[in-house]
């Protein structure tokens, strides 16, 4: 449930679910789940402005699913510490992280784990001055929502098309 509120965009519910699950998911002794539900938690932080909380606990969770073979944990952790690095104007590092959780997710053929991902680089790109890579990325991914027929991301990737005056 608390992943379902973080999709909403909703962190102030999100974040006690999610610190629950955590709780309970290391309980159980589910390393590579309670790590990527850390990395959960870490992004919900970054929703609700808490950055620095959100970065130890993606860090936590980059840690925990590296040390497992649960790579789709391990791109979640990459793109988090990404938006992270994005949020405190590290553009680089952010295109690092970003980049990484690319490939991670690649190596699944993860395609909307991919083009989420590739929202995130848009928004890096443009921070940077670099348009072109910009707009690359945002019409890989609206490229691919549609395909998928997902509807929220199509209009998730025309709404930031439109904040950052790119043409899809």
């Known amino acids: 449930m608390g992943f379902a509120y973080l999709e909403q965009g909703d962190p102030a519910k999100a974040i006690p679910l999610l610190e629950r699950s955590v709780e309970e998911l290391r309980k159980f002794g589910s390393r590579d789940t309670s790590g990527w539900f850390t990395t959960l938690l870490g992004d919900a932080y970054v929703s609700s402005g808490q950055i620095e909380k959100a970065r130890d606990l993606a860090e936590q969770g980059a840690q925990v699913t590296g040390d497992t073979p649960y790579r789709l944990g391990l ?33 699944m053929r993860a395609r909307f784990e991919m083009a989420r991902t590739e929202l995130d680089l848009a928004g890096v790109n443009h921070a940077q001055g ?19 027929g997902v509807p929220k991301y199509v209009g998730r990737s025309e709404r930031l098309a439109g904040q950052l005056q790119i043409a899809l």
């Open 75 to 107: 791109g979640w952790a990459q793109r988090t510490l990404g938006r992270i690095a994005h949020a405190l104007g590290l553009y680089s590092e952010a295109a690092g992280h970003l980049n990484e959780a690319l490939q991670t997710f690649g190596s």
């Open 130 to 148: 670099h348009q072109e890579a910009a707009a690359t990325c945002l019409r890989k991914a609206h490229e691919v929502f549609r395909l998928l």
